[in-house]
């Protein structure tokens, strides 16, 4: 395949070029989703797009299924099959300034769009490993579920008077089980069913619902 070369940055308004060891104080936030969901991690300098492309699917907990690509100074770097610049470049290699902004997009057909900011320029500590994730909150959506304006029509659908309904009959259920003892409702074949179709949607909502972050488990995946 034909790949565009990158377009390398002008010496002349650039600064130069940090350390090839510093390493990068990054944000990343999903755009188009409530709430919002951001994680802020470190990451080698040295690190080539490619390489910051499966640091931001493991921070934001995303599946790597799917094709993506960044946006830097106009020009689009990225998965091969989309005919954009090779992402096989160092971040060094862009001398990014604190406050820099680029765009990373996941997902050509649901189309996850993220901003990556850069926020600082570090000395590595020693003993300490990279990439790692610092802080951040809120999980990512589920794949393939429709992009953001799908996204927010399911977390809807996941705490609408539907979704009541099915947690008033579980409840209801429950408590003539429990409560009252009335444990011969197990044997009635249409309570059984009914049963089983509010179980499976429940179980269906919870990717919808808020969920609690855990930096801890990114940190193991890296």
Request: aromatic share 10%; glycine share 6%; net charge neutral.
């Amino acid at each position: 395949m034909d790949v565009t070369m990158p377009r390398w940055p002008s010496a002349k308004s650039t600064p130069p070029e940090p350390p090839s060891g510093s390493i990068l104080q990054v944000k990343v936030r999903l755009l188009e989703v409530r709430p919002m969901v951001w994680r802020r991690i470190l990451v080698p300098a040295s690190y080539t797009l490619e390489e910051l492309h499966g640091v931001l699917q493991v921070a934001m907990g995303w599946e790597g299924i799917h094709l993506y690509r960044f946006r830097i100074r106009a020009v689009h770097y990225g998965s091969f099959d989309l005919c954009v610049s090779s992402p096989r470049v160092p971040l060094n290699a862009f001398r990014f300034r604190k406050g820099t902004k680029i765009t990373y997009d996941y997902d050509m057909a649901a189309f996850w769009r993220h901003e990556v900011r850069i926020e600082d320029r570090l000395d590595p500590e020693p003993g300490r490993s990279y990439p790692v994730c610092i802080a951040g909150d809120n999980t990512c959506p589920p794949e393939d579920c429709g992009g953001p304006e799908g996204y927010a029509d399911r977390r809807h659908n996941a705490v609408g008077f539907d979704a009541m309904d099915d947690v008033a009959t579980l409840a209801g259920l429950i408590e003539a089980i429990v409560v009252e003892k009335n444990i011969g409702l197990l044997d009635d074949p249409d309570t059984r069913w009914n049963l089983e179709e509010v179980a499976d949607r429940i179980r269906a909502s919870e990717p919808f619902l808020p969920n609690a972050f855990s930096r801890r488990a990114v940190n193991r995946r890296f």
